[in-house]
């Protein structure tokens, strides 16, 4: 029955269902065959979409949209480019500290991608840079937007796992920080070696003055952390926070939020926010399937029986994401392994937390590998260039990211040192 | 049909955004109440989620016409101009298929919490109503796909790339 599910969910896929639906449907399939109620399955929609934790996602998918639009994002680059902007390399500097700025207020990576890419690819491109490395960067560096928290996967991560989604932002800073070196490391390599040089010197009365301007939208990302990290506010209460310290500061302030931009920015969160909760409710029925075929005891079985050690584990489930991380986008995968992976990882023993960033940074592999890469087809969009040629750009940073997952798995405190340190 | 077309998708996105924003807005007010006024609403919660999870629901179909539904290019590019429109014939019929499914049975829940007068929890509003945005949407997803069917059929050339923010 499992191999039915699964063949018809490919299938479906490949004849271009939307992936949603091709879940949702060839579960239902399978549900009538073992005289499943399927009067349950609407209701079992729902229920998955019936969490307090889940409204953390519309929360900060609108804050980033409003970020975007409001001109937070415009004067946090202003800034930075006045600061690092006349080194060599300076330009890609700012480009990968904005999305780390960015993703530390949004937890989406496209949206990272899409809001600091509009901006920083023009300008590398008017600076010289080649534009197919302008545009692997912010596609790869825009991913950082799921790894340094907020985050939606982990969000969805969390209430799967029933872990505190609190403990998992935290645990995903260090890495997020790692990777970000990282980057940065490699771009001024890449600058050197082809010789980029950086913009004309800022004079320092002019930083000052960029600076703060730019103070406002820079606050937000400690008023989120802080909040979730002392333990004052939920995540949901957290991101809705952020939504409205944001439109403050984006129609008091930088005065660039107009009734006129209203429609758009709802529009916008919406289409993110739905095509998010359709998927949780069709891995919802994934799931409930699952259960009823008790599929993850038989998976804990065998592993049990294989006496499989952490090392081959590790290498076949990050194969597995690898693969998997090809053709579906993040939320998918997380909901529909999950499930699966859960009694494995309490069988090795292996902390859920340390197994989230790992599975985090992998799913941002999953945002830059086509066919199926969210950030590759942001960064087509935004520049308006084939999907064939944001993918040449983006082919070497996968290297790094290799890197980095290596580190993240040998070094387990990398994950967990921040989140052991929270008192609740 | 355009200027119904216009209206439909104004009534569309003014439904959702409504529920949307003032769920996210009653989240908000639940914080104030409880961190500034401390005054705890214990109501809010359940009615916010409610109202997200309206907006969301009333936002599935406005996602397929902004074409945000994510779905797989791979074997889609490599086919010829005949075959292609034979796949997206499909993928639309798959989708009302879908559709049809998750009205009928969403109608049904609606009228078993209607005979077994369930209600919410902490609220107490009745259930039947909370579930009518399940057989709501269906309709409302329905008619996108049905859309997008009559497109293809005709032959019509409308891109359904996948999304561009």
């Known amino acids: 029955m499992t191999i039915l599910l699964f063949s018809i969910f490919i299938v479906l896929m490949l004849l271009r269902v939307p ?190 003055k960029m600076s703060l301007k730019a103070i406002w939208g820079a606050f937000l990302p400690f008023l989120i952390l802080g909040s979730i990290y002392s333990g004052a506010a939920t995540p949901t209460e957290s991101a809705v926070i952020a939504v409205f310290y944001s439109i403050v500061v984006s129609v008091v302030i930088y005065r660039e939020l107009r009734w006129k931009d209203v429609r758009p920015i709802i529009v916008e969160s919406l289409n993110i926010t739905s095509m998010i909760f359709l998927i949780i409710g069709a891995a919802s029925l994934f799931a409930l399937y699952l259960t009823n075929a008790q599929v993850p005891q038989q998976v804990g079985e065998w592993i049990a029986s294989s006496n499989m050690n952490k090392f081959t584990f590790f290498l076949i489930v990050n194969l597995m994401f690898f693969v998997m991380g090809t053709f579906l986008e993040a939320v998918s995968i997380i909901l529909i392994t999950l499930p699966i992976l859960l009694p494995v990882l309490a069988h090795m023993g292996i902390n859920p937390i340390y197994f989230a960033i790992v599975m985090t940074i992998n799913m941002e592999m999953a945002m830059i590998t086509p066919p199926v890469g969210l950030n590759l087809f942001v960064v087509s969009g935004i520049s308006k260039e084939k999907l064939g040629e944001v993918v040449k750009g983006v082919t070497p940073f996968i290297a790094l990211f290799v890197l980095v997952l290596v580190l993240v798995i040998v070094f387990p405190q990398l994950s967990l040192w921040l989140p052991e340190r929270m008192d609740y | 049909m355009k200027k119904v077309k216009t209206y439909w998708a104004l009534f569309e996105d003014i439904s959702a955004g409504t529920f949307f924003s003032v769920g996210i807005t009653l989240i908000f007010y639940g914080v104030v109440m409880r961190y500034v006024f401390n005054d705890p609403k214990p109501w809010v919660e359940e009615v916010s989620r409610y109202a997200v999870i309206w907006g969301a629901m009333l936002g599935i179909p406005i996602a397929l016409r902004n074409n945000h539904h994510i779905q797989v290019d791979m074997l889609y590019e490599k086919l010829p101009a005949y075959m292609r429109r034979w796949v997206d014939i499909f993928a639309s019929s798959v989708g009302i298929l879908f559709c049809l499914f998750y009205t009928y049975y969403g109608f049904m829940l609606v009228y078993k919490r209607y005979s077994s007068g369930m209600v919410s929890m902490d609220v107490g509003v009745p259930m039947w109503i909370i579930y009518l945005i399940l057989p709501i949407s269906g309709v409302m997803f329905l008619l996108r796909f049905t859309e997008r069917l009559a497109d293809v059929w005709r032959g019509k050339e409308v891109s359904h790339d996948n999304p561009v923010i």
Request: aromatic share 8%; hydrophobic share 55%.
């Open chain 1, 19 to 208: 992936i949603a639906i091709s879940l949702a449907l060839s579960t239902i399939i399978v549900l009538t065959q073992i005289d499943f109620n399927l009067q349950m399955v609407p209701q079992r929609v729902f229920t998955a979409m019936d969490s307090f934790p889940l409204m953390a996602i519309p929360g900060f998918v609108l804050a980033g949209v409003i970020l975007a639009r409001g001109g937070i994002s415009k004067y946090l680059i202003g800034a930075l480019r006045a600061w690092v902007g006349h080194l060599s390399g300076g330009l890609a500097v700012v480009t990968i500290l904005a999305c780390m700025v960015f993703a530390a207020i949004s937890g989406s990576s496209p949206a990272t991608a899409a809001a600091i890419g509009s901006i920083m690819i023009p300008a590398m491109v008017n600076a010289g840079y080649d534009k197919k490395y302008a545009m692997g960067l912010v596609a790869a560096a825009g991913t950082l937007g799921i790894l340094i928290p907020p985050s939606i996967p982990l969000i969805i991560y969390g209430i799967t796992a029933e872990v505190s989604i609190g403990k998992l932002f935290m645990a995903g800073i260090i890495p997020g920080v790692i990777l970000g070196g990282v980057l940065v490391a490699s771009a001024i390599f890449y600058a050197k070696k082809n010789n980029y040089r950086g913009g004309r010197k800022i004079p320092w009365g002019e930083r000052g």
